[in-house]
């Protein structure tokens, strides 16, 4: 059982909430490290799912998620208030974050994709390198962690879909236009992103296109996360991956992101009957 310390809202737009919870866990805040991620149980017959550990306070034992109630499960974690208690958490888990001096870094987040991208920028920014970080949401009261990553990066861009904050338009539209207009060919050493699949197909074919390396973690579908049950399985250099122990992190250019794109959304059908459910 592990207990919820401390929860926000941090964002909320026409019925869409981003929750912040802290969470007394003492192990999972010493071990864990930049990119790595835990599984959780809201209740004994509820399913499992995977959230990054946006932060960590080793001094109060405690872990930081941040979600964006979507799906049954993360609805029902978001009812939870402070004091109430998680059935089970197991992690740290999945491999970190390669942390060193690359010179110029672009990182690209997209929705709550963001909150993942916030610890590696911190990591990052304490080796001197120099960041890039562009932020996408759908509208401006949905973006987050704006301030944080400002920051610890060196520039920073914002985009909405709406154009109600930032410019209007999408990460990608910026990330093209820095690396065609602002900043000589091989300047930028690495990009790393996470967001939508959509988004992260983007990204890789702009790097792609420029030869440069790109990083993006992905969120799968878990059930065990131990790798056995084969539910977060991806194609990577024609293989087959799991994201749970292989990853998340994986070199964006080498993922098959049509196969990718259909996996996510095997179960969506199945998601909004038990949404409509939730919802009576």
């Not at 869409?16 to 010493?30: D, F, H, M, N």
């Not at 929705?111 to 509208?139: C, D, F, M, S």
């Not at 959509?198 to 878990?222: E, F, T, W």
């Amino acid at each position: 059982m592990v207990e919820i310390i401390c929860k926000k809202i941090i964002a909320y737009s026409l019925g869409t909430r981003i929750v912040q919870l802290e969470l007394k866990s003492p192990l999972i805040a010493k071990k864990t490290l930049p990119g790595q991620f835990v599984v959780l149980m809201v209740s004994e017959k509820g399913e499992r799912i995977p959230l990054t550990v946006v932060d960590k306070d080793e001094e109060r034992g405690t872990i930081t998620l941040i979600f964006q109630e979507a799906g049954f499960t993360t609805r029902s974690l978001g009812s939870l208030k402070e004091g109430d208690f998680l059935y089970a958490l197991v992690g740290p888990l999945g491999n970190y974050t390669e942390i060193k001096n690359y010179g110029k870094v672009a990182l690209v987040g997209g929705g709550v994709g963001i909150a993942e991208i916030y610890p590696v920028a911190k990591a990052l920014r304490k080796e001197n390198n120099h960041l890039i970080t562009i932020l996408g949401a759908r509208t401006k009261d949905l973006l987050i962690l704006e301030k944080e990553l400002k920051q610890v990066s060196q520039e920073l861009y914002v985009t909405t879909d709406d154009g109600s904050y930032g410019r209007k338009g999408f990460v990608t539209d910026v990330l093209q236009e820095l690396l065609t207009i602002h900043y000589a060919l091989n300047a930028i050493e690495l990009i790393y992103a996470v967001g939508p699949v959509p988004m992260m197909k983007g990204v890789s074919q702009i790097a792609k296109d420029r030869g440069i390396k790109a990083i993006v973690s992905l969120n799968a579908l878990m059930v065990d996360a131990t790798g056995m049950c084969g539910c977060c399985r991806v194609t990577v250099d024609g293989k087959t991956k799991f994201s749970c122990i292989d990853g998340p992190e994986f070199e964006a250019q080498s993922i098959d992101w049509e196969e990718l794109g259909k996996r996510t959304k095997m179960y969506q059908d199945k998601e909004t009957h038990i949404c409509k459910l939730y919802n009576r």
